[in-house]
């Protein structure tokens, strides 16, 4: 799903989703936040309106720092651009003379500045070069589609992007390279579409879940966003609060279980961790459950409605030692 989406005046192009849900849990704003997820900007300066004395802006796609030249300087040093991934969050904002921050956000997915380049190759409906990376370089989906065994192909539609037919597009997807390579998108799509039944009104384009399981995998998405928020907790201080904003279920339940396992004090284990030794817990959830977009906001801007929002402030305890476990990160079953 898309983030920064939609029309919003002639001086913020972009409606960041939930910012106004945001804003709400945190405030009053204030300290030194950290953007994880530049992007456009949009949350980064609406964190600066609403009275943030500086933001640090992370991006790993040089794009978004193009594209914020042009009002960037508006704000002077209170906003500092970063380029870098934010699984090392916490090495970025002491980069830059914060050690800890008062606050962290996190808006997940690709932004619609990407979506809108065809020759970022991220779109379906748009033909261009089979790409998908954030930060342009690496492996691209081209790679993938036409190099990875069939069945780790599956794996990834499957776990990533949830699709069940996983196994059918992987097998028509190893057909079709055997005879071509796959180097565009519309190729792609067009392969996936016929191998699915035709979407019924309102119903998602067939190749959605193909895509954005691809380009999860190209971009290691959910092995940043177990990384990130784990730098997030470290780059917190006591106080500090943390807004993470997710647009699919799999994202949003690696979000959930790690702050559900930093909130508690331990013992209990589960199927993704033994039971452990009671501990401080590192967060405070600000509210319990997740934040969903209200009608007014899916009406203005349709692409939130998948969106949840989880917030939570963090205690004094001690950053808990690195692990992904607790969060239940998709296994597949051949590394690529």
Request: hydrophobic share 40%.
């Amino acid at each position: 799903m898309t983030r920064d989406a939609g029309k919003d005046g002639d001086d913020m192009p972009h409606i960041p989703v939930l910012i106004g849900a945001i804003l709400a849990a945190v405030a009053p704003v204030s300290g030194v936040w950290a953007d994880g997820t530049f992007g456009a900007g949009g949350y980064s300066r609406a964190v600066l309106e609403a009275g943030a004395e500086t933001v640090i802006g992370i991006d790993r796609d040089p794009l978004a720092f193009e594209l914020a030249a042009d009002w960037a300087d508006d704000y002077g040093d209170r906003l500092k651009l970063v380029a870098g991934t934010f699984s090392d969050l916490d090495e970025h904002v002491a980069s830059v003379g914060h050690p800890q921050v008062d606050g962290v956000m996190l808006d997940l997915g690709v932004s619609s500045m990407q979506l809108d380049l065809a020759e970022r190759g991220f779109s379906f409906m748009r033909d261009g070069p089979l790409d998908m990376r954030m930060g342009q370089s690496g492996p691209s989906a081209e790679d993938l589609v036409n190099d990875a065994p069939e069945e780790a192909l599956a794996d990834i539609l499957y776990h990533y992007g949830e699709e069940r037919a996983s196994r059918r597009i992987a097998r028509a997807i190893t057909r079709e390279r055997a005879v071509r390579r796959i180097s565009s998108t519309l190729q792609l799509s067009e392969i996936i579409t016929n191998n699915l039944p035709r979407a019924k009104p309102n119903q998602s384009h067939p190749a959605t879940r193909s895509f954005q399981a691809i380009r999860i995998a190209v971009n290691d998405e959910y092995g940043q966003l177990a990384e990130g928020l784990m730098a997030a907790e470290r780059a917190l201080r006591p106080g500090g609060q943390l807004a993470v904003v997710t647009f699919h279920s799999v994202e949003d339940r690696i979000a959930k279980r790690f702050l559900q396992d930093r909130a508690s004090s331990g013992g209990g284990g589960s199927r993704y961790a033994p039971q452990e030794a009671a501990r401080e817990p590192g967060f405070v959830l600000t509210p319990r459950r997740a934040i969903a977009p209200d009608a007014e906001e899916i009406a203005r801007n349709p692409r939130a409605r998948s969106a949840k929002l989880r917030v939570a402030r963090r205690t004094d305890a001690p950053a808990a030692p690195p692990s992904i476990d607790p969060m239940g990160l998709p296994k597949l079953s051949e590394i690529l």
